[in-house]
């Protein structure tokens, strides 16, 4: 592997590669395969995967290989590996393709019986290979006895990636271009670059934020929001979830959906203002914007999910004791204790069960922010802007709205024309 006169002038020869896998290029010769193209001099041999295999020989098509006699529960997903959940006696042995340093996700098996093995040590209860460093071609072994089983384990592999001020690393080689503040993460080739500071975003925080065009940090401006189906885009990147034909408009943060005729919600996501669902829903009922299970019957299970933000008017509430419970968000509202003025949230579900026991009268209750009165004849309450003048009073919630108790000479449903059964001019 050496040429010159020797002792004192040998030079190390260039690396050729062989298909020998105890080959370590101490001589020059250096296990490459798979159409590797080897590289190096004596000693310090490399080998150049092609697309599609990797490790240092290129021995490898996958980062972590699965085998065994009872997989189970046993997985891999790109640099991680698994077994969540997990059987009785499962057998599984993980391959790994390249060194790297493992992170422990989660780990969780049962006392000493459960083991997962990395090199001579064993790992099991809370107790994982965090930080322990694992070479190309190490086997990773785990066993479960058949006793008990427990949550399991979750673990990638992988140096931790290392923050770079150049634009050309790609984190390919573990070096990830993460300026402006940006927090490095992730290890081996899947790094991130998180929590820019103020202004920066992109996933090197070179950038204007997701959903923002410009020059960062202060000359970033909100784009036109883009309709998805995905059901958690809120508008923060300027992706919003908004379906059935919805006419998505607005600007990243404040993204908005109209709805064609049918639907409603902030994402015409429904269809009515109030659905039920449940296993037995007995005299549970929806009417509009409200809901109600009037005389009740026993074992009733009901769900209300409303379609838009608004304020709980208690019409009636009367349930027996704490057995026949309502539950809206954390808090259960029972007996002669309804949920008055409590504010619900666009798709919140509120829950009704009663235990069989006794029964009572039960609840009727309605969705709505209180109606607001307006001097303008336009508003007609759809948007809980009300027209209502000359002393009427406001009442109602969301959409349902009157004007009543008008002054002396005046009536009608704003308190604008006579009185119902006078013709003229008022008062």
């Given amino acids: 592997g050496y040429s010159g006169t020797p002792p004192d002038n040998c030079s190390p020869d260039p690396c050729q590669a062989t298909s020998n896998s105890t080959d370590d290029g101490s001589d020059g010769n250096f296990y490459c395969i798979n159409g590797g193209d080897v590289g190096g001099t004596t000693g310090s041999c490399t080998c150049t995967c092609q697309s599609g295999f990797l490790g240092p020989s290129c021995n490898f098509d996958t980062f972590i290989s699965l085998s065994g006699n009872n997989t189970g529960q046993c997985a891999v997903n790109g640099t991680c590996f698994s077994s969540l959940e997990y059987e009785e006696n499962e057998e599984c042995t993980f391959t790994v393709s390249e060194r790297g340093m493992l992170d422990v996700i989660s780990f969780n098996t049962y006392d000493g019986s ?123 990147d300027g992706n919003f979830y908004c379906i059935n034909g919805g006419d998505v408009g607005g600007t990243t943060g404040s993204c908005t959906c109209t709805c064609q005729s049918g639907f409603l919600g902030p994402s015409c996501n429904f269809d009515t203002f109030i659905s039920l669902s449940g296993n037995n829903t007995g005299q549970c009922a929806v009417n509009g914007t409200c809901f109600s299970s009037l005389e009740y019957e026993e074992n009733e299970e009901c769900t209300f999910t409303v379609s838009e933000r608004g304020m709980l008017d208690v019409i ?55 109606c607001v009165a307006s001097s ?19 009442g109602g919630r969301g959409s349902s709205c009157t004007c009543t108790s008008c002054n002396t000479g005046f009536g009608g449903p704003n308190c604008a024309s006579c009185p119902t059964g006078y013709s003229g001019t008022p008062p």
Wanted: with cysteine.
């Fill in 114 to 236: 459960d083991v997962l093995t990395v090199g001579e040590e064993q790992y099991f209860s809370g107790n994982g290979p965090q930080n322990v460093t694992v070479t190309a071609g190490e086997k990773i072994n785990w066993s479960s006895n058949g006793l008990l089983t427990a949550t399991g384990f979750e673990i990638c592999v992988g140096d931790p990636c290392v923050a770079s001020s150049s634009p050309l690393d790609d984190g390919s080689d573990g070096n990830f271009y993460c300026v402006n503040g940006g927090i490095i993460g992730g290890r081996g080739s899947s790094c991130t670059c998180t929590s820019c500071n103020t202004g920066f975003g992109g996933p090197n925080c070179a950038s204007c934020p997701t959903g923002y065009s410009g020059t960062p940090p202060d000359n970033c401006s909100p784009d036109p929001c883009q309709a998805t189906s995905n059901s958690t885009d809120d508008g923060s």
């Fill in 316 to 370: 009636s509430f009367n349930t027996y004791d704490g057995s026949d419970v309502l539950t809206v968000g954390e808090e259960q509202y029972f007996s002669g204790n309804g949920p008055q003025n409590v504010t619900v949230t666009a798709g919140e579900k509120i829950n009704w069960s009663s235990n069989g026991l006794l029964t009572a009268t039960g609840f009727e209750i309605c969705v709505g922010d209180p």
């Fill in 376 to 394: 303008s004849p336009l508003d007609d309450g759809s948007d809980g802007n009300f027209y209502c003048v000359n002393g009427g009073i406001i």
